[in-house]
């Protein structure tokens, strides 16, 4: 079926883009931060007793320690608002684990004020709230800033907070939940807040534990290669292994399934030793006390009590070297001496690599190991050397680090891939075995592109009832830490080109960095080939680049201030047009995210783009922002989005768009647009198989063309008038409205030949619609137009179900080229025709396949004519097949959906392929049920097609001819006309039969279904 015509009544117009890029791009970004508001309790009567001096100096001590800390563990104090402080974590530099450094910091300074040797007076304590959400950062003078919501709800949790206690948001207790330990949830009523909110007190950090309750899927070849690795390095071949990948990809999560099947082996002790280097920063050192800090279970401040405690309890380290070894958790207490406490220091790592034997090798991981500060480099490049045991180490991060793998002899590299979305789809199913539906799983395999963390992101999301078209919180934060370590140029780089959905030049890049010399285009060069370095772009085409995943430049694009999109959308936009480079859609699209209201209107207008249906919410916006005075362009733009929801078969929400369009068009009083609505509204109702009503505004739609003297538009009404007719089985009519469509361009001599050749088919007269549909295909392959051949070729696969010509060989080469373009309704039929080819030819296991994905396509199908036209189609391809239990699962499915929509004719072919299932199975009482349940539309003024006819007559003389005398069903089965009923069926085969026109195929005829039974009644 043709798409829906194209005509502009008002010609041309200026479609100049109106918003310039003459303001320039505002400082900041959109991102998800955590922030810690601290208050202190009890300061306004501990200010009435002490001198002010006294005050300020105290205030200047705890201060100090907070704010040392805080920067320790990566975040900034952005504001001191008198007794209370706000810092922020995520700014100036995002981190993964952001809500857990700000929970670290707190718990950090509280222990520190609860200590008997802090130094503070009685009675001080302090509130904390935490809560993590959107802020927008930018400058205000002179002083960087961060404004949002956000602020004012840590604000809310601290007030609630007890003294010396920390209350955090249930949005950053899910951020870290598996590295706390929360009290239970609290119900709160905030100010400010309607609903009430959870919040939980974070008591203490649990120690890093390698056990995941997250399924292991698909992993199984690179796990084998990590183990096999340690196996050759028990034995004296191996070092390790480097395991790159993406952010999200799973690196983590195969490192903890190695080590649980370490953990397998026959009398297997070892140490596992684990060091993220993000966490505890770049100071000197911060690696190596990660390290030690996590084996001990110990915080970064603790004492020299607490950790000699947990050194004589986990390892056996002697006692000289305790004191200089703690100079690692307090740098004031090392030694004069380096080398001094580098020693004392890789005797604390002897001691801790020897702590579980020497039965097997330890294993030292290393997450983002790009990131290890330089001290701790050249301590553990001196300790490899010199250590007592020889460790197998796993490094992990995105890209390789040369550098700490020279350090660690670290040889092999293991490169993770995203998942099949086979896989995908199964571990969304084992994330959530009972929630998600089909939509949802094939929704979130679409939306997280094979990254595992991502799919346990979107499940978590599905689970909350949220839209899975937005992108989680925890995943953009995760890409958006990636890229906040890349040099400032290449991030800005890459922020302004997110606004691009299709690949572009370097010279569309220079005019999203603005700069257009020979010099700034080398450095542009410089850029991308970083940004393809770190996987966050891809080549995509010779001197074209392109986002690696569409997930990385949605997390990129909403880091954007919304004014900087506008300006880098109205960018994109110039560049492309004077170009003269991009889709039309895309020009519409970045004009649309531009606010360029007028310039977007005129451009759709004027151009016609066939558009995505996500580009509805711009339509509408274009339609929300158009004045009511002009009414031509309102029309159009309704009538694109009607267009736009019929091409890409969203049929359901038709009629209120074709409503407002026809009030619109009232107020104009043109004939034109009055046309527009009647023809939209014959569209609508033959949608909706309504077709009665859909002939009345058919012939209501040609009038007012032919009055106004549009004959494109009336060649578009003749074509779907003449489906309208046949729908009612008014041949006569359906062929004498398309025999006024004149031929005398290639537009409406298109039209005439496509609808000539659905003509010919419906009338079940085969030769004259295949040479209609070669003719089509003559046509396409003269303009080059290949997926409109192989289209056609497909379609007429399709029609085998109904002419019988599985054999045609120049018909199923390449059958999966063929289906490429297929809309979901022809591409059941097309599945099963082929199917059956397969099944005819021998090739059961090809013809398996084919049925399987006929299956899965009419799963895909949203509307219920749509599956009651492709289950009838189905459930007949089934039975030919002889796939009994499958042909009535479809037909009864099929049924259902066409009694919902009125779709009269698939309701008729399901009924009678049951009737048929009953009969061979010997089931009469079923069968006398589905042939009396036909009769009513037996007789219908209903199209139907002429072999389910003679199914359904010959099926009703048999069911009359073993009932009693008198027997009567209404008016319509009487068993003293039975003869008739038999007569009837022999001549609706013998047209059948002689419309195949070739003996061969109508000796394949007659050996499929029930046809030859007919012939020899």
């Known amino acids: 079926m043709p798409d829906i015509e194209k005509n502009d009544p008002d010609g041309g117009r200026d479609t100049s883009i109106i918003l310039k890029d003459s303001a320039s791009l505002k400082d900041g970004e959109r991102r998800t931060v955590t922030v810690l508001f601290a208050d202190m309790k009890g300061f306004t009567s501990l200010s009435e007793r002490s001198d002010p001096e006294e005050m300020d100096i105290l205030m200047g001590r705890v201060f100090s320690r907070f704010d040392s800390i805080i920067c320790k563990h990566g975040g900034y104090v952005e504001k001191y608002i008198g007794d209370a402080l706000v810092a922020v974590f995520g700014v100036p530099e995002l981190h993964e684990d952001d809500a857990a450094r700000s929970i670290d910091s707190a718990l950090e300074f509280i222990s520190s004020i609860r200590r008997a040797s802090s130094g503070l007076p009685d009675g001080l304590a302090f509130r904390i709230g935490v809560h993590t959400g959107l802020v927008t950062t930018g400058r205000r003078g002179d002083h960087e800033v961060v404004t949002g919501h956000t602020l004012a709800v840590a604000a809310r949790l601290q007030t609630a907070a007890p003294a010396n206690a920390i209350l955090v948001s249930a949005v950053t207790r899910e951020a870290c939940e598996k590295q706390y330990v929360f009290a239970d949830p609290q119900e709160l009523v905030l100010k400010g807040k309607d609903e009430r909110v959870l919040a939980y007190q974070a008591l203490a950090r649990r120690k890093a534990i390698f056990d995941y309750g997250t399924p292991f899927v698909d992993r199984k070849l690179p796990l084998e290669t990590l183990t096999g690795e340690y196996v050759r390095h028990m034995r004296g071949s191996s070092g390790g292994v480097y395991v790159l990948g993406d952010g999200g990809i799973g690196k983590t999560r195969l490192v903890a399934e190695f080590w649980a099947r370490l953990k397998g082996f026959p009398g297997f002790q070892a140490t596992f030793l684990s060091i993220n280097p993000s966490l505890f920063g770049a100071f000197e050192y911060a690696a190596a006390l990660n390290a030690v800090a996590d084996f001990l279970d110990l915080r970064g401040d603790a004492t020299f009590e607490e950790f000699r405690a947990a050194v004589q309890d986990r390892t056996g380290l002697e006692e000289k070297w305790l004191k200089n070894a703690y100079g690692l958790f307090n740098p004031a207490e090392r030694p004069a001496g380096e080398s001094r406490f580098t020693a004392a220091l890789a005797a604390l790592f002897d001691a801790i690599l020897a702590s579980d034997g020497d039965a097997y090798p330890d294993v030292i991981f290393v997450d983002n190991a790009r990131l290890m500060d330089e001290s701790s480099l050249e301590f553990f490049r001196s300790f490899r050397n010199a250590a007592r045991s020889r460790p197998f180490v796993v490094l992990c991060d995105r890209a390789r680090s040369d550098t700490a793998a020279g350090v660690f002899g670290v040889g092999i590299e293991l490169r993770l891939e995203p998942l099949v979305k086979e896989d995908s789809a199964v571990l969304a199913r084992l994330l959530d075995p009972v929630g998600l539906d ?72 220079a005019t999203m960095r603005a700069a257009r010399d020979d010099a700034a285009c080398m450095d542009i060069q410089a850029c991308l080939d970083h940004l393809l370095e770190e996987r966050i772009l891809n080549r995509t085409g010779e001197g074209l680049w392109g986002f690696k995943h569409s997930i990385v430049r949605e997390a990129v694009y909403s880091s954007l201030l919304l004014h900087n999109r506008k300006l880098l959308h109205a960018l994109a936009a110039d560049y492309l047009r004077a170009a003269g480079q991009g889709k039309p859609v895309d020009i519409f699209y970045h004009l649309a995210e531009a606010e360029s209201w007028q310039a977007a209107r005129a451009y759709l207008v004027k151009e016609r783009p066939q558009l995505p249906l996500d580009s509805l919410p711009w339509i509408q916006k274009l339609i929300d922002n158009c004045p009511e005075s002009a009414l031509g362009e309102l029309i159009e733009l309704h009538f694109i989005k009607y267009a736009t929801n019929y091409n890409n078969k969203a049929y359901k929400d038709l009629r209120p768009i074709v409503h407002e369009m026809y009030r619109l068009a009232l107020r104009s009083r043109k004939r034109f647009y009055l046309a527009r609505c009647y023809h939209l509204l014959m569209i609508t109702y033959y949608m909706d198989m309504d077709y009665r009503s859909a002939t009345l505004y058919g012939s209501k739609a040609l009038e007012a063309y032919e009055g106004g003297g549009n004959e494109k538009g009336a060649c578009n009404a003749r074509f779907f008038l003449s489906l309208c007719f046949a729908g009612m089985d008014r041949f006569d009519r359906a062929w004498a409205v398309l025999d006024e469509i004149p031929r005398s361009d290639p537009y409406t001599a298109g039209l005439y030949d496509a609808g000539m050749a659905a003509y010919h088919r419906m009338r079940g007269e085969y030769e004259e619609s295949a040479m209609f549909a070669r003719k089509i295909i003559a046509d396409a392959e003269a303009r080059g137009d290949v997926d409109e051949v192989c289209r056609r070729k497909a379609m007429m696969l399709a029609d085998s179900l109904q002419n019988f010509r599985f054999d045609d060989a120049w018909l199923t080469d390449k059958p999966e080229r063929l289906y490429c373009g297929l809309d979901g309704e022809t591409s059941v039929p097309f599945h099963a025709a082929l199917a059956l080819s397969y099944r005819f030819a021998g090739d059961t296991e090809a013809s398996a396949k084919a049925f399987a994905s006929a299956d899965y396509h009419l799963a895909q199908l949203h509307s219920d004519g749509e599956r009651a036209a492709a289950g009838s189609a189905l459930s007949w391809a089934r039975l030919l097949a002889g796939d009994r239990k499958e042909a009535r699962e479809r037909a009864l499915a099929g049924l259902e959906a066409s009694v919902r929509s009125r779709h009269y004719s698939a309701m008729f072919e399901c009924q009678t392929n049951l009737a048929e299932l009953a009969y061979l199975e010997g089931n009469a009482d079923e069968f006398a049920f589905f042939v009396t349940d036909a009769c009513i539309l037996a007789g219908a003024p209903i199209y139907r097609e002429r072999k389910a006819l003679a199914r359904y007559f010959y099926f009703a003389w048999l069911l009359m001819e073993s009932s009693p005398e008198g027997f009567a069903h209404g008016d319509t089965l009487r068993r003293d006309e039975r003869d008739e009923h038999l007569a009837e069926a022999k001549r609706l085969l013998e047209d059948e039969l002689a419309a195949l026109g070739d003996d061969d195929i109508r000796e394949r005829a007659l050996s499929l279904s029930i046809f030859d039974r007919i012939a020899k009644a």
């Open 438 to 509: 089909d939509e949802a799983v094939e929704l979130i395999v679409e939306r997280s592109q094979g990254y595992p963390l991502f799919i346990e992101e979107y499940v978590k999301l599905a689970r909350q009832d949220s839209d899975l078209r937005h992108l989680p919180e925890s995943i953009q934060t995760t890409i958006l830490a990636a890229l906040e370590r890349l040099d400032p140029d290449t991030r800005t780089l890459a922020r302004r080109l997110s606004v691009l959905r299709y690949p572009f030049t370097i010279d569309f890049a």
